[in-house]
């Protein structure tokens, strides 16, 4: 019986190490992924910024004050027949600036254009951000930018390619813009320019698209941390493809190398079997690799 019970323990054994093993290489495997996957996103996003410099080098004066750099940008959006026409837009990544920059139909729409414009701003040191306009039913009716000029986040809409001023040309932000008089004073101006378009009902980032109206993240996330939709250019994240997925590798990345690390812990403090030390053999490869040779005389 004893022996019987030392060889079903045995056998237990193997199965939970052999277990262990699978998960073991496959977190290794995973994490390779996903540091290949973020070395990849960095060359990516490097040279998305390096073409995004360039962009904004050409057409946005050095040394300006920063309306002028709108005023630019705004101008620069403005000249139509420079444009591309795509024969299918709607086949175009519309996260890609350098897709966005290059199509006349995409700087015709209030998502693409103003991403085209947070783009090229950034690249000109400005600070801004995405403002998204809600309809009563909380969806997206219109997408604006907001811009930091003399410490105040005023209104940039660059589908109609103008900064929001009232009569007196004085920059307004969405604080002055909820207010109805203020906003047909704006607008007036602006030729078919919808009146729908008002700041009754405002956002930086609208969870209302996530399952269950957003989980009720809005409140609990505001609960815990106050301003968190405005603390962090999410435009940024959500709509630059090239950072968005240079974050989600690098998170991956990340969770891998902890998984890694407590696996490894595991493996010497509970199972106490052998497991390739990928440190120790990198320190001996090393030492032999730039270490003196040993002259026997």
Same mark, same amino acid.
């Given at each position: 019986?004893?022996? @019987?019970?030392?060889?079903?323990?045995?056998?237990?054994?193997?199965?939970?190490?052999?277990?262990?093993?699978?998960? /073991?290489?496959?977190?290794?495997? !995973?994490?390779?992924?996903?540091?290949?996957?973020?070395?990849?996103?960095?060359?990516?996003?490097?040279?998305?910024?390096?073409?995004?410099?360039?962009?904004?080098?050409?057409?946005?004066?050095?040394?300006?004050?920063?309306?002028?750099?709108?005023?630019?940008? *705004?101008?620069?959006?403005?000249?139509?027949?420079?444009?591309?026409?795509?024969?299918?837009?709607?086949? +175009?990544?519309?996260?890609?600036?350098?897709?966005?920059?290059?199509?006349?139909? +995409?700087?015709?729409?209030?998502?693409?254009?103003?991403?085209?414009?947070?783009?090229? =701003?950034?690249?000109?040191?400005?600070?801004?951000?995405?403002? #998204? +306009?809600?309809?009563?039913?909380?969806?997206?009716?219109?997408?604006? =930018? @907001?811009?930091?000029?003399?410490?105040?986040?005023?209104?940039?809409?660059?589908?109609?390619?103008?900064?929001?001023?009232?009569?007196?040309?004085? %920059?307004?932000?969405?604080?002055?813009?909820?207010?109805?008089?203020?906003?047909?004073?704006?607008?007036?101006?602006?030729?078919?320019?919808?009146? @729908?378009?008002? %700041?009754?009902?405002?956002? &930086?980032?609208? #969870?209302?698209?996530?399952?269950?109206?957003?989980? &009720? !993240?809005?409140? !609990?996330?505001?609960?815990?941390?106050?301003? /968190?939709?405005?603390?962090?250019?999410?435009?940024?994240?959500?709509?630059? @493809?090239?950072?968005?997925?240079?974050?989600?590798?690098?998170?991956?990345?990340?969770?891998?190398?902890? *998984?890694?690390?407590?696996?490894?812990?595991?493996?010497?403090?509970?199972?106490?079997?052998?497991?390739?030390? !990928?440190r120790e053999h990198t320190v001996r490869a090393g030492a032999a690799f730039f270490s003196a040779p040993e002259v026997k005389q």
């Amino acid at each position: 019986m004893k022996a @019987e019970s030392e060889r079903t323990g045995s056998h237990l054994q193997r199965r939970q190490h052999g277990a262990f093993r699978v998960i /073991w290489w496959s977190s290794n495997l !995973l994490l390779v992924t996903a540091f290949v996957a973020m070395l990849y996103s960095c060359v990516r996003e490097y040279s998305v910024r390096r073409y995004l410099d360039g962009f904004s080098d050409a057409i946005v004066p050095d040394g300006q004050p920063a309306e002028q750099k709108v005023q630019a940008i *705004l101008n620069w959006m403005s000249a139509e027949p420079s444009r591309t026409i795509a024969a299918n837009p709607g086949a +175009l990544a519309t996260r890609d600036p350098e897709i966005t920059l290059t199509y006349r139909q +995409l700087l015709n729409v209030c998502g693409t254009a103003t991403n085209a414009f947070l783009n090229l =701003a950034r690249s000109s040191d400005l600070r801004v951000r995405r403002l #998204l +306009l809600l309809s009563p039913e909380h969806t997206t009716k219109h997408v604006v =930018a @907001e811009v930091l000029i003399g410490g105040q986040w005023i209104i940039v809409d660059p589908t109609y390619r103008v900064i929001m001023k009232d009569s007196r040309g004085r %920059y307004l932000t969405r604080g002055d813009l909820r207010n109805p008089a203020m906003f047909s004073e704006a607008v007036s101006a602006i030729p078919n320019y919808p009146r @729908e378009y008002n %700041y009754e009902s405002f956002a &930086h980032v609208r #969870l209302a698209r996530l399952p269950l109206d957003g989980l &009720h !993240l809005r409140g !609990l996330l505001g609960s815990l941390y106050p301003g /968190w939709d405005e603390a962090v250019d999410w435009s940024l994240l959500l709509e630059r @493809e090239s950072f968005f997925y240079l974050v989600l590798s690098a998170a991956a990345a990340m969770f891998f190398l902890l *998984l890694r690390a407590g696996l490894a812990w595991y493996a010497d403090h509970r199972l106490r079997i052998p497991r390739f030390r !990928l440190r120790e053999h990198t320190v001996r490869a090393g030492a032999a690799f730039f270490s003196a040779p040993e002259v026997k005389q």
